[in-house]
């Protein structure tokens, strides 16, 4: 059993940014971000494989998002970049045994970390 811890989030003004990280107990292989807006389906964000040669984006922040991972210490970071509205949410860190961007495959999830950008 693997446990996610998801920090970094807060409250933040449009086109400013915030770094989101999740720390596993123990080893992973793909490490995802996901978001949540109220009233909508948990999303797919950013995902990395175990040796950072795969990543994956959704379109809508693409150029903006950096997601990254740092093995020794078990976490993968999110550098998000110049935040809209759009982008509050709350973001929850996945983790699978598949290179995929699809939210079923994904086996441990953290708790998860509000983001808002305000207008």
């Known amino acids: 059993q693997v446990q996610l811890v998801e920090s970094g989030g807060g409250l933040v003004q449009a086109g400013g940014s915030l770094r989101l990280s999740c720390t596993a107990s123990g080893r992973t292989f793909t490490t995802g971000w996901f978001r949540q807006a109220p009233g909508k389906d948990r999303e797919f964000v950013a995902a990395i494989s175990w040796s950072s040669r795969w990543t994956g984006y959704a379109d809508s922040v693409k150029g903006r998002f950096t997601i990254s991972r740092d093995n020794a210490k078990n976490t993968v970071s999110l550098q998000m970049n110049s935040l809209k509205p759009e982008d509050t949410a709350v973001y929850y860190c996945?983790?699978?045994?598949?290179?995929?961007?699809?939210?079923?495959?994904?086996?441990?999830w953290g708790q998860g970390t509000q983001v808002t950008v305000s207008s």
């Open positions: 996945g983790a699978g045994w598949s290179i995929t961007m699809r939210r079923t495959d994904y086996d441990y």
